[in-house]
């Protein structure tokens, strides 16, 4: 299979849509960011490596972050994780208020704020450092070292993030949240400012191909039982309220954030991430899921 070629053809395919949509302006910093970025970086188990287009500048991963905070979380926590937070999809936008309320404090998983939360002030429980942690846990999975916070995002999400402040101030009012709430949203807002680069994702992302060991140091990150079920609630909620239009167009586990970028996977074949900036109604980049979608259709590969 030329997956060079066709990534080529994908992106070339999909050029009307890259001005497209909206990008995300509720975080002053990201309303910044060029709409017409645009990069793919598709990593095979087999170190086969393609890629096209901005594939090596760096963007904001915001909620991709969720995948990697709750595999830190469970690998040290293990399964009693998920008696705080479920593991069905919402239905509702990744911020909603409204099911928290009704539903005690427990958010329906943990890929969508409410949920990420609850890992994070897990992970300020579990760990005398976990901000330093989740940065080592994130380098050891690319295999560098440099990758950081990005203090300016951070602090502009900080200063809109009201919406998350109430979620947490709600879950902590029901007693499911056991750190102090600036603290949780200190932390919280760290996680999802990292930046990388689509390659820096997709080597990132092959650990969950690899089922939960790493591809160069062959590391167990996770048990069979912890990959197969944060591949699952990847499945099932990844894509905020769109993760069954997700599955329907593109059909790979996967993870998107308002920073443009998806991460998907091909179990025991390939990660590959999209970046594309012009978001859709429902906060999945426009292009990039276009591009997904063209991808799985052309290589007649997907998890279906
Ligand atoms: N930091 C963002 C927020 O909490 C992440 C949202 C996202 O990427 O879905 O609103």
Redesign the pocket.
């Known amino acids: 299979m030329d997956y060079q070629k066709i990534i080529k053809e994908v992106s070339r395919e999909v050029d009307p849509l890259k001005c497209k949509g909206i990008v995300?302006d509720?975080?002053p910093e990201l309303a910044k960011v060029p709409k017409d970025k645009f990069g793919i970086y598709m990593l095979t188990l087999d170190q086969e490596e393609y890629c096209t287009g901005d594939c090596h500048e760096k963007f904001s991963i915001?909620?991709?972050s969720?995948v990697f905070m709750l595999a830190l979380a469970v690998s040290k926590g293990k399964e009693s994780v998920y008696k705080r937070v479920g593991v069905e999809p919402s239905g509702d936008p990744?911020?909603s208020l409204v099911q928290l309320e009704y539903e005690k404090g427990i958010p329906r998983n943990p890929f969508i704020?409410a949920g990420?939360l609850v890992i994070t002030d897990i992970l300020l429980s579990q760990y005398k450092d976990a901000r330093a942690e989740f940065l080592n846990y994130l380098n050891r999975l690319v295999g560098q070292e440099d990758l950081k916070y990005n203090r300016k995002i951070a602090a502009s999400?900080k200063a809109c993030?009201y919406?998350?402040a109430a979620m947490v101030n709600l879950m902590k009012s029901f007693g499911n949240i056991e750190n102090d709430v600036d603290e949780v949203l200190d932390l919280?807002?760290d996680f999802?400012?990292v930046d990388m680069t689509c390659h820096e994702l997709a080597k990132a992302f092959r650990v969950f191909a690899n089922h939960g060991t790493g591809v160069i140091d062959e590391e167990q990150y996770l048990t069979e039982s912890q990959y197969k079920r944060i591949t699952a609630i990847m499945q099932t909620c990844g894509f905020?309220d769109e993760a069954g239009e997700f599955a329907f167009q593109v059909g790979l586990p996967g993870k998107?954030?308002?920073?443009g970028g998806i991460a998907a996977i091909l179990p025991n074949e390939y990660s590959i991430v999209v970046w594309s900036p012009g978001l859709n109604e429902k906060?999945n980049s426009l292009a990039g899921m276009k591009a997904l979608e063209l991808f799985t259709t052309k290589t007649e590969t997907s998890i279906f």
């Open positions: 995300a509720y975080i915001q909620s991709i969720k990744f911020n704020n990420a999400e993030g919406k998350n919280y807002f999802c400012s905020y998107s954030g308002v920073g906060g």
